[in-house]
Nanobody, 123 residues
Framework: QVRVVASGGGLVRPGGSLRLSCEAT????????MGWYRQAPGKQRELVAR????????DYAHSVEGRFTISRDSAKNTVYLQLNSLQPEDTADYYC????????????????WGQGTQVTVSS
């Protein structure tokens, strides 16, 4: 049984910062990638940042590049998102995802999502 818990969201003023955390516990065989997604009211869920463990490559949405940073603690199966220079348009529910392989082989893909944590940027 795998459980993914995200935390760190809250209410901040424009220009402020937050650090989101997401920890996966349970029997994860291998993590291929970790990512953060967000969904604003009335909009589709979008990719914010993604880290591929195979080569350490990171990808960011253009709207957050240079302001947000994704990182990990592989020993603890934890992924972080540092959010700087926050603006009202960053307001959304933020979700983390672990993309993993199961024990049966290379085709045994298993993705696990966190419950979401709310970020609100307002004066």
């Amino acid at each position: 049984q795998v459980r993914v818990v995200a935390s760190g969201g809250g209410l901040v003023r424009p220009g402020g910062s937050l650090r989101l955390s997401c920890e996966a516990t349970g029997s994860i065989f291998r993590v291929n990638a970790m990512g953060w997604y967000r969904q604003a009211p009335g909009k589709q869920r979008e990719l914010v940042a993604r880290l591929t463990t195979r080569d350490g490559n990171t990808d960011y949405a253009h709207s957050v590049e240079g302001r947000f940073t994704i990182s990990r603690d592989s020993a603890k199966n934890t992924v972080y998102l540092q959010l700087n220079s926050l603006q009202p348009e960053d307001t959304a529910d933020y979700y983390c995802k672990f993309e993993t392989l199961g024990p049966r082989g290379p085709l045994d893909h298993r993705d696990y999502w966190g419950q979401g944590t709310q970020v609100t940027v307002s004066s």
